[in-house]
């Protein structure tokens, strides 16, 4: 009964420093909470099961319990979390774009993601706010990339205010991809009001919207509502969002595509 009673004090004490500090690597872990690293292993996959975590690249993990969407993670520690399912989403979207299509692609490690499955393509405009996807297409010259101006958010690398509002409303856009950091009945929410409010305006100059979003972000509301989901055209996911979302999607006319990761591919910490 010890060992059990050891067990849930070091668990409930790794909860706490994950949702204090958001994410925690094996060996942090190890050193931390003085345990093998066979344990730490065991005592993430436990914590995995309830959801409350998210394993990462490396063996770590990232907090993913109730109040995680309130807390803005920054770029290169999200860029861990579900690589695989999130590279089968970016390719999903990818699949949509036809030569001569203008795309918007909004910040995000999604949407970073699709950017790569869209370097080698021909033909294509690409309008973006965040310098990270710019740069990513940049060495491709069959591209067209736009970029708008404003002031550079450091932890998502995306541009937002006055200047990048004004690039936003002289162009137009068919298909939008926009990731997010939560959906749910109520529609689609991010944690900077600035990324909100670009993201509404590339919607509003966008023919339709395709919002791109692991499993975690089902369910979730994060701090700014961007739109309802009305105003969005479809969704590509990992997996299907809980019976209440998917119903309010239905009711709404919004499309849900899944797209699964390679078998194999699901546990990135055992790579």
């Known amino acids: 009964m010890a060992r059990i009673g050891l067990k849930a004090e070091r668990q409930e004490r790794l909860l706490a420093y994950l949702e204090a500090n958001g994410s925690i690597t094996l060996q942090e872990l190890v050193s931390a909470f003085d345990c093998s690293e066979a344990t730490a292993r065991r005592d993430l996959e436990e914590l995995e099961q309830t959801g409350a975590i998210i394993r990462t690249m490396g063996g770590g993990a990232m907090y993913a319990g109730p109040q995680a969407s309130l807390r803005e993670i920054p770029f290169r520690e999200k860029q861990q979390a579900l690589f695989r399912e ?52 940049s ?66 100059r966008a023919d339709k919207t ?35 979302i998917s119903r309010a999607m239905q009711e709404a006319g919004v499309r849900m595509h899944v797209a699964r990761a390679p078998a194999g591919f699901g546990r990135e910490e055992e790579l």
């Open 86 to 137: 999130k590279e089968a989403i970016a390719q999903a979207a990818a699949d949509l774009v036809q030569e001569g299509d203008v795309i918007g692609l909004t910040g995000g490690t999604t949407t970073f993601l699709i950017a790569r499955a869209l370097k080698r393509r021909r033909r294509i405009t690409v309008v973006t706010n965040a310098v990270n996807i710019a740069m990513e297409l």
């Open 210 to 244: 395709v919002a791109v979003f692991d499993r975690t972000k089902a369910g979730r509301s994060s701090l700014f509502t961007v739109a309802p989901l009305t105003r969005l055209h479809a969704c590509i996911s990992d997996n299907e969002p809980p019976e209440a």
């Open 139 to 204: 060495d491709n010259e069959e591209l067209q990339v736009v970029l708008t101006g404003g002031v550079l958010r450091n932890k998502s690398f995306e541009l937002c205010g006055p200047l990048a509002e004004q690039t936003v409303k002289a162009v137009n856009i068919h298909t939008m991809f926009m990731g997010i950091d939560g959906l749910t009945e109520q529609g689609v929410s991010t944690y900077s009001e600035l990324e909100a409010n670009i993201a509404a305006l590339l919607m509003e």
